[in-house]
């Protein structure tokens, strides 16, 4: 059973996740290479469904599907257990890790990325981001739904097929709460939506927007946590991702693959995370938080500064990014 | 002049470091091994004393330097340049990067590392910090100081000669802020320092505490942020560690050696970041909150949903972790 335990000099949980623990000596030495690589063993390959937790999701042609979520074969979190917090004798707070860790496999082929692939296919992976997101935000178990993909070794993929993951948690991330409280504040004081207000600001500025459509803008951020940091805000004001229609999901799997296209060419193929950010599951229709996606390519690690002080160094400036990735 | 950007959405500052600032193209591809890696052209090396700025602080005897402090050959911060805030045309905010970046270069042997150094250097090491903290938060021009240490390049090391840094900032670092509230907050309702009441329920639950010594303590974290996350704290209550003594510095050098070699042998020589927490250096003597060191071996690399929600993932058990630490 994964366990949630609290730390009380940050107000943090962290997963300490059993199903994937490692004995201290293992960590003795630098980790071997993923075996899972290559295509032969790859279990998210075509042939060798049967090697995943069972199928939750799938979209299938002729050919055979085209998308699949199945549950992580080592979830960081499991949907059983006690959602009450407890303490031990001497005050350490924790609680069953309750939630849900679901894979979404992109794209039947290896070697598929998302900067490459067909227009159709990227929408297919998109509609599945929502008919999985709709369905977790619906389950009265968890708090926070995040939806995130790590692409390439350094963005922290252990497998190379293409893939994205979802996570249901039983309790609000504190990171989440202060960006709400840090809107609400807004809010209160201008009536406005701190990423509405953003959104004009940077629209007025130009000189960070990377991308416009009718319903979705990209910019590089004014004040970056790493290098090419870069948001995807819808225009409309909306608080949790989970309301978003199919059109609009289909536009923003298009303006998504045009930026990640750029990406792709301008950095050549850099590591990448990428993260929707979604009000709390049952904090709905709120006037003051506004979903959005960040991406973080990971060309430059986090030392020991940015670790410790939370202040990060970024040492390409973001309207050069803007301006790079633009023309791309 | 490196620059400081406000991010409205996170309220976190971002040092966009002009001095080391990099084309966008130039992040194209993988980047390349850094060629001061070798002694052969090390700047830190003895003899190649005119290869760094000038010298601010170093311990000799006969044979040399043994502990030598310079200014950062490219500083995140400089302190020159406009302590005020202004706002763009279109409401970003900014301000002068100023600060103070210094290095620690920690023996003249460019193979030495403080696991294996005799006891006598580590003090002169940390006899620097000490020296180099109290100046720095003496400053008026101040209101932060971190010193942090990068081990190894997968923790963000540039250059392979034994160093510390310490960074001068001229904001109270959010995550900070963060915690020095959540202390205060600890205190308001308890009376007691959130740390001092952290130590003792180490102390009484034993199972992560790996050293004491009569004023200090050495246990991995309850809810880490990385595996074997430990952290080294006074057992005397302060909030500013440069009102440390001489004596207790000595006493501080010693526990974080016998740590170190445990580390060492215990993981072999890992990866790792420490860094000293302070309060911001104008709030002295504060009641709530109590200086620290944490230290973060950087073994696993954090994945999408770590840097896009803040909760790590922790796939060893803080009680295994001490219990293998301190048998080593």
Request: a neutral charge; charged letters at 25%; one cysteine or more.
């Amino acid at each position: 059973m994964p366990e949630l335990r609290f730390n009380l000099a940050t107000r943090d949980w962290t997963i300490i996740a059993t199903e994937r623990a490692k004995r201290p000596e293992d960590f003795a030495g630098k980790p071997a290479a993923v075996s899972s690589d290559s295509a032969a063993n790859c279990p998210f390959c075509p042939g060798r469904e049967s090697k995943t937790p069972p199928e939750i999701y799938a979209v299938r042609d002729a050919g055979g599907w085209k998308v699949r979520v199945t549950e992580n074969a080592f979830p960081a979190l499991r949907p059983t257990g006690d959602p009450r917090r407890s303490k031990d004798a001497f005050g350490f707070e924790k609680m069953d890790g309750i939630g849900k860790h679901e894979v979404i496999i992109e794209s039947p082929d290896h070697e598929a990325i998302i900067a490459t692939m067909t227009q159709a296919q990227v929408d297919e992976i998109y509609l599945a981001y929502r008919q999985r997101f709709i369905e977790l935000a619906r389950d009265p178990r968890f708090e926070s739904v995040i939806l995130f993909k790590n692409h390439g070794r350094g963005a922290g993929t252990s497998l190379h097929h293409p893939h994205s993951q979802i996570v249901a948690t039983p309790i609000t991330p504190r990171t989440l709460r202060d960006r709400l409280g840090i809107a609400q504040d807004h809010f209160d004081e201008t009536g406005n939506c701190l990423y509405c207000d953003l959104i004009k600001m940077e629209q007025a500025a130009k000189e960070r927007v990377i991308l416009e459509t009718d319903n979705f803008i990209v910019f590089t951020l004014y004040a970056p946590r790493f290098p090419f940091e870069t948001w995807i805000l819808p225009k409309f004001h909306h608080s949790n991702f989970d309301t978003i229609s199919v059109e609009q999901c289909r536009e923003l799997a298009l303006i998504m693959k045009k930026f990640l296209e750029k990406l792709y060419k301008a950095i050549k193929n850099p590591d990448f995370n990428y993260a929707i950010y979604s009000a709390p599951t049952k904090e709905r229709d709120l006037e003051h938080f506004h979903w959005n996606i960040k991406l973080f390519p990971r060309i430059t690690s986090m030392a020991g500064f940015e670790v410790g002080s939370g202040i990060p160094i970024v040492t390409v400036v973001p309207e050069a990014a803007a301006a790079y990735l633009k023309n791309a």
